[in-house]
């Protein structure tokens, strides 16, 4: 039987050891859930917002800390008795951080959700650039997102 010599066995053992370490977990399909308010110039009354919640499936796919993917099975329900379900689309420009910073797009950059990420539960801050009466504003709200599973 040959052996290795001992600096060679060291040098395999310091390569082993000085690994780059690894990204949050991303990859997988995430129950979405957001709520928007949108600008005032969309108000339903004086004093009384316009809002809607969205929820639906996320499934992404990562390589190290960018990562892609679609959303599917969107439905939209906002306060002013209106509704709608089915929408599909991409997640885009995706990237995370090794603390677990989180952002990401659904089909352009108009809409961001940004935020954090713990195990398998992500959520933050979501926005999304609306044409007002003013130009250009922005609907903003909070965004969940767990993985395999509805957010409690």
């Not at 000085?18 to 308010?37: D, F, H, N, R």
């Not at 689309?89 to 951080?97: A, E, L, R």
């Not at 990401?104 to 007002?132: C, E, N, Q, R």
Request: net charge neutral; hydrophobic share 35%.
């Amino acid at each position: 039987m040959k052996r290795i010599p001992l600096p060679v066995v060291v040098a395999l053992l310091l390569a082993l050891s000085c690994t780059e370490p690894s990204y949050p977990k991303v990859g997988g399909i995430w129950q979405y859930a957001s709520t928007l308010t949108f600008p005032s110039d969309f108000d339903l009354a004086p004093g009384q917002p316009y809002v809607c919640s969205y929820q639906g499936a996320l499934t992404l796919t990562q390589s190290k800390n960018t990562f892609f993917g679609s959303y599917d099975s969107l439905s939209i329900a906002c306060n002013s008795g209106g509704s709608s379900s089915g929408f599909s689309g991409t997640v885009i420009n995706g990237s995370v951080t090794r603390g677990g910073a989180i952002g990401f797009y659904f089909d352009t950059p108009k809409w961001l959700a940004a935020g954090t990420l713990h195990g398998d539960s992500m959520g933050g801050i979501v926005t999304d650039s609306v044409s007002g009466l003013s130009g250009m504003e922005a609907a903003t709200g909070s965004w969940s997102a767990c993985l395999n599973r509805a957010c409690r």
